[in-house]
């Protein structure tokens, strides 16, 4: 097992990363928040298999209910059903949250226990690869809220609302994603070429050459891969936790991703729409200088060897995209606030000529 730890005062934790810890996660989590009984928020999907194992490796009483991973379930309505079932079980300030599953249920239990009560301990337990590179660690948790644009059409604007709620413990165990199908493994990786492209181009190179071993499922390069990343996350955290500075890097792609993610015609996952939020992004850094054509070439060339989307499934209105960046958390006074790429990581641009985003999403196939 490895374990990377995140510093960040009285809030510090770990993140044990290894094959085979979801059986031992009781005697991890009672090491750090001992408590006489524990409340599990698990993905319906993994509810009878990886759940069941993380809670039977408690000697302690338990209880859970389950969260079906859909972003329309991102909602105050789950977030009243955790509650109320945590009411229900008699829990108070003592009994700890554990969430099983992919980054919607850690945001989803993360959120509900941020405010249960004030604030109980999570500890979480991520069971997609993406979850385990990126969500479960740095303490943002949250819901989406419905967003009504012109013509009536509703969407439903990400996480906009939310809390920094640091969990006590983070456990991967990469047996886990055993049962994850490519689709998702692939959604991860969107996120592991994402925190490679913040000046670890050592780590971009060795992705390509393990893709192989990666989808293979091969334990000991799933365990490199995971705690290359999540040590790459957890220095960005422990050195910006409240994302005033450096953390927003991390978004590198995403208010491109967060525009399309909502738009149920497109049909995309978190990770593919960040995969096309980074073309599109790459483009526009090559638009405005930041980069060179063969830096984007690179950038696509892996995305696609990977087997990720590079351009958008059906053409979408750059208007309306537009429109809905203009809604995203990092946008202040209706200026869009990007993450773009530079040779050696990437950068924050505050001040972005509209037609430099109207090419870039041209480039991903949006139309006019
Ligand atoms: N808090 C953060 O810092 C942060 C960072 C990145 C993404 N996110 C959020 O994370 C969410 C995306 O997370 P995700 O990509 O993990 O997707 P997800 O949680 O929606 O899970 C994807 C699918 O995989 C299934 N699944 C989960 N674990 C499985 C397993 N081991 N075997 C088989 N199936 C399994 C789920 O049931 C679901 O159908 C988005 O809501 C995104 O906004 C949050």
């Not at 006590?168 to 991860?188: E, I, S, Y």
């Not at 705690?227 to 995403?254: F, M, P």
């Not at 015609?265 to 978190?270: A, G, Y």
């Amino acid at each position: 097992m490895k374990t990377i730890s995140v510093p960040l005062g009285d809030r510090s934790y770990s993140i044990h990363v290894g094959s085979g810890i979801l059986q031992k996660l009781g005697g991890l989590v009672g090491e750090i928040v001992p408590a006489s009984k524990y409340f599990f928020v698990l993905d319906e999907n993994i509810e009878s298999s990886h759940g069941q194992i993380a809670m039977h490796s408690f000697s302690e009483d338990t209880d859970a209910c389950s969260l079906r991973a859909v972003e329309s379930n991102k909602t105050m309505d789950s977030i009243q059903d955790i509650w109320s079932a945590m009411l229900s079980y008699g829990c108070d300030r003592t009994v700890p949250l554990v969430a099983v599953g992919g980054g919607l249920v850690g945001d989803v239990g993360g959120f509900a226990a941020a405010t249960f009560m004030r604030g109980v301990s999570v500890i979480q337990v991520p069971t997609t690869l993406l979850a385990m590179v990126d969500a479960s660690i740095g303490g943002k948790t949250g819901i989406n809220l419905p967003i009504e644009h012109s013509g009536g059409q509703v969407v439903l604007g990400k996480n906009l609302a939310g809390s920094f709620w640091q969990p006590a413990l983070v456990v991967a165990d990469v047996d886990t994603l055993n049962t994850l199908d490519d689709r998702q493994l692939r959604c991860g990786l969107a996120e592991c070429v994402k925190h490679a492209m913040l000046g670890h181009e050592k780590l971009l190179t060795w992705i390509e050459q393990h893709l192989v071993e990666i989808f293979a499922r091969d334990t000991s390069t799933l365990v490199e891969l995971v705690s290359e990343c999540a040590s790459i996350k957890a220095e960005v955290v422990a050195q910006d936790e409240r994302e005033s500075g450096c953390r927003a890097l991390l978004n590198l792609g995403h208010t491109f991703a967060h525009a399309i993610e909502p738009i149920r015609e497109l049909s995309l996952c978190h990770g593919e729409a960040v995969s096309i939020g980074l073309c599109a992004s790459v483009f526009c850094a090559e638009a405005t200088g930041l980069v060179d054509a063969d830096y984007v070439d690179r950038i696509r060339g892996i995305l696609t060897n990977i087997g990720l989307p590079i351009r958008l499934p059906a053409s979408v209105n750059i208007e309306e995209l537009v429109s809905i960046m203009q809604r995203d958390k990092k946008t202040v006074d209706a200026l869009i606030r990007l993450i773009l790429p530079t040779e050696e990581g990437a950068t924050i641009v505050d001040e972005i000529d509209d037609g430099a985003i109207g090419l870039a999403w041209a480039s991903v196939g949006a139309s006019a």
